[in-house]
């Protein structure tokens, strides 16, 4: 069975500070996915990396996919209250099929 | 597009009583997956139709549950009889492709 395990499970910041989220497993990924979801809502997807060592930024956030393929990271610059919010990586596996393979997730608090 | 359509938004029931969930995907997905989440659990994947055929139901907890998918532009899922473990926020997700999914609001289950 594959597993994605996140760290760390909370975090709470100040606004401006950085912070990094990983996402790890043993087993290799076909491609990687990185979800927020705000309460209330469903998760909404950030962004997907394919290849091993990938780096893609979205704004403040930038994403990086392991070498091998079994883990990623999540970093964020100067956060902001905006970016409060439960943070989840998703991989398939590599049977490639439909089947998305969740974390338990990252509970990220910014306060002002 | 609209997004993903979920209802109700809300449900309480009492112990036993049948539940059903509704979901309207985005209109041209070929995937359509059902999950539960749960604090304890985070975000489960209970099964996915493509083409409106079920591919993995493994997820499915009991014979209690049972998902179906008539058409293109609707699915269901169901619970009977239903108990106060299965209190949970239910999501529907479609998926254009086996890559980027996208998530409905959810439909916060409570059962009493």
């Known amino acids: 069975t594959q597993l994605l395990e996140q760290s760390p499970q909370f975090l709470s910041i100040q606004e401006g500070e950085n912070l990094t989220v990983y996402c790890n497993s043993s087993?290799?990924?076909?491609?990687l996915q990185w979800y927020r979801q705000e309460p209330g809502e469903g998760p909404v997807l950030l962004v997907t990396?394919?290849?091993?060592?990938e780096v893609k930024k979205l704004k403040r956030l930038t994403f990086q996919f392991g070498d091998a393929r079994k883990d990623s990271s999540l970093h964020i610059t100067a956060a902001q209250p905006g970016d409060t919010g439960l943070y989840l990586c998703a991989g398939h596996g590599s049977s490639n099929t439909g089947k998305l393979i969740f974390g338990q997730g990252t509970t990220l608090q910014v306060k002002p | 597009d609209a997004g993903v359509i979920q209802s109700p938004r809300h449900e309480v029931t009492e112990m036993g009583q049948e539940v059903t969930l509704r979901c309207k995907p985005i209109?041209?997905?070929?995937?359509l997956f059902w999950y539960r989440q749960t604090m304890m659990r985070g975000l489960e994947l209970l099964i996915y139709f493509n083409n409106n055929v079920p591919i993995d139901d493994s997820g499915m907890p009991e014979d209690r549950f049972s998902a179906k998918m008539p058409n293109a532009s609707f699915s269901t899922l169901k619970i009977q009889p239903s108990e106060p473990r299965d209190s949970a926020v239910y999501f529907c997700a479609s998926s254009p492709s086996n890559y980027e999914q996208y998530f409905g609001p959810g439909t916060r289950l409570t059962v009493t």
């Open positions: 209109s041209g997905h070929d995937y």
């Open positions: 087993s290799v990924f076909s491609s």
């Open positions: 990396v394919v290849t091993g060592g």
